[in-house]
């Protein structure tokens, strides 16, 4: 595969998992004291018509303060983007298997894959359950594809989390948000994959 091919394609999973996070900094902006004011469906169908672009939230005319995020704006939260790119990555054989017309390899998957690795992955405690080898196997085996859910989510931010991990009603509104948000966003980053990776195939 040529690189440039290899590159646009990471860039649309790194791109989708930089909006991914935003707006879960944008859901719990919200919670602290426009909960009233916004409309978090406006926020959802802002991210989701272009989940490759992480800057479309500001069409809201919000901006994101550090200092109105608490735990959300500081650094060990950074994580949690590096998490989201490698849980992307790793699903990248479910794509390839959906685009029945693509020419594309697993060995240019891994191609793809390693770019985003270069962009930066984490995997604290094995907290993603899933790998690009146990994906590949699923692919090929063709068995179901697990569910993109928020556990791993959950996981992380009771296991490193402090003031976000109690029990109040902007935590809550947090995590309610991205039970919609985790599987709409993957939903919508494999259909565009698929129809790149088919493109690839014609081309």
């Known amino acids: 595969m040529d690189d440039d091919i290899a590159l646009r394609f990471a860039d649309i999973i790194d791109n989708a998992a930089e909006s991914l996070f935003a707006a879960l900094q944008y859901c719990y902006l919200i ?111 063709k068995k179901p594809e697990p569910p993109y859910d928020t556990e791993w989510f959950r996981s992380w931010i009771y296991t490193y989390g402090h003031d976000i991990a109690a029990i109040n009603n902007r935590n809550m509104f947090l995590l309610g948000c991205a039970d919609a948000l985790f599987p709409l966003y993957y939903s919508s980053l494999k259909e565009r994959l698929v129809d790149e990776f088919n493109k690839y195939g014609t081309e």
């Not at 978090?40 to 069409?59: M, Q």
């Not at 060995?107 to 690009?132: A, C, H, R």
């Open 31 to 141: 919670a602290e004291n426009d909960f009233y004011n916004i409309n978090v469906k406006d926020l959802f169908r802002v991210g989701l018509v272009d989940i490759t672009n992480p800057e479309c939230f500001r069409n809201m005319g919000m901006m994101l303060d550090e200092s109105r995020l608490g735990e959300l704006g500081e650094p060990k939260f950074r994580e949690v983007l590096e998490i989201i790119r490698y849980s992307f990555a790793v699903r990248l054989p479910f794509a390839k298997r959906d685009a029945p017309e693509s020419y594309i390899r697993e060995t240019q998957l891994k191609q793809m894959y390693d770019i985003l690795e270069e962009y930066g992955f984490l995997n604290p405690d094995g907290i993603v359950v899933e790998s690009f080898k146990s994906s590949s196997w699923l692919a090929k085996t």
